[in-house]
């Protein structure tokens, strides 16, 4: 079965501090992989994903085949960046439907 | 416009009453995602509609667990006996096109059921 890990449940770094979230996911094919965030009291809402390779909000992530990751990383918290941070691939076929993993939360202190 | 608008946001209910959670998508939005997340969890999948026609309901957890979407746009997931371990948040998702290809889904706020 496909599947999405996220080590970490909590993440908890300092302003400025780097970050990086860590996601693996099992090998099949060419994966389509997203980083969606969830800010307090908001929805879920996409952040990025591999195939625009574009900085959102300063974070990037890069999809390594070899080590199937896709960590999400930015140099330099902010405070606002605390939110739960969810790595989702899609399944593909007929569907597209998310695996998603189970999230980190991202707690920046001041 | 408008996103995804799921209500009722919260439904409290007793063990072995019905529910109905429905799902208002992005105007003209092709796809249709319901998925179900635990408490801690990451969501996972239920079922998936292209217009009117459920294509997947492969993560429909039991025969107890339906829904539609009869006219192409607003979507009913409907849970019948209902069960302490239904209690989840339940969220619908849609994208403009097809399924296939690299297309984000924009979310709802959910609903937040409780089975007591």
């Known amino acids: 079965a496909q599947r999405v890990t996220q080590p970490e449940k909590l993440l908890s770094v300092f302003k400025g501090a780097p970050v990086e979230l860590k996601c693996n996911y099992s090998?099949?094919?060419?994966?389509?992989l997203f980083w969606y965030v969830q800010y307090s009291r908001q929805r879920l809402q996409l952040l990025l994903r591999?195939?625009s390779r574009e900085s959102i909000k300063g974070f990037t992530a890069d999809l390594n085949k070899g080590e199937t990751s896709f960590h999400l990383k930015k140099p330099f918290a902010q405070e606002e960046d605390s939110a739960m941070y969810y790595c989702a691939r899609a399944y593909g076929g007929a569907t597209n439907k998310l695996i998603f993993g189970t999230g980190t939360l991202l707690a920046v202190q001041p | 416009g408008a996103g995804v608008s799921q209500s009722p946001r919260y439904k409290v209910a007793k063990r072995g009453q019905d529910v109905a959670l429905r799902c208002d998508p992005i105007?003209?939005?092709?796809?249709l995602f319901w998925y179900q997340q635990a408490l801690g969890q990451g969501p996972e999948f239920l079922t998936y509609f292209q217009n009117e026609a459920q294509l997947d309901k492969s993560g429909l957890p039991s025969d107890r667990f339906f829904a539609e979407r009869p006219e192409g746009s607003v979507s009913t997931l409907k849970i019948q006996r209902t069960q302490q371990e239904d209690s989840a948040v339940y969220l619908c998702?849609?994208?403009?096109?097809?399924?296939?290809?690299?297309?984000?889904?924009?979310f709802g706020d959910g609903t937040r059921l409780s089975i007591l």
């Open positions: 090998y099949s094919g060419s994966p389509e």
């Open positions: 591999h195939i």
């Open positions: 105007s003209g939005h092709v796809s």
């Open positions: 998702a849609s994208s403009p096109n097809r399924a296939g290809g690299n297309q984000p889904q924009h």
